[in-house]
């Protein structure tokens, strides 16, 4: 089980980014989908997690209104829409993915079981 996240950068504060989140090796299209982040010398922290079927999302209080999740189960895959970034959003963003259909959308890094490899995201002020 492989998840491939892709779509990093270096952007200037108030653009816009998308990442991906690519999963091969299963399926996850019944199953929670979630991004979190970790920038040099914190933890790491959730940013946005969606349901199963894509109907339901949340997001950390820090990217609400700017950040948007979704994902086409078709194709495996996980999105990220990072807009009005500011130099804060700098990290290293992680995809996750959940191995439980569960009713609710975890948001704690320790409720899922696959991780992408990261990608870097840097926003210049």
């Known amino acids: 089980v492989q998840l491939q996240a892709s779509g990093g950068g270096l952007v200037q504060a108030g653009g816009s980014l998308r990442l991906s989140c690519a999963a091969s090796g299963r399926t996850f299209s019944g199953y929670p989908r979630g991004w979190f982040r970790q920038a040099p010398g914190k933890e790491r922290e959730f940013v946005a997690a969606i349901s199963r079927s894509g109907g339901t999302t949340t997001y950390a209080d820090s990217v609400k209104g700017r950040f948007t999740i979704s994902r086409d189960n078709a194709k495996n895959t996980v999105y990220l829409q990072m807009n009005s970034l500011k130099a804060e959003d700098t990290a290293v963003y992680y995809c996750?993915?959940?191995?439980?259909?569960?009713?609710?959308?975890?948001?704690?890094?320790?409720?899922?079981?696959?991780w992408g490899q990261g990608t870097q995201v840097t926003v210049s002020s």
């Open positions: 996750a993915a959940d191995s439980y259909a569960r009713f609710y959308i975890p948001t704690l890094p320790g409720s899922y079981e696959y």
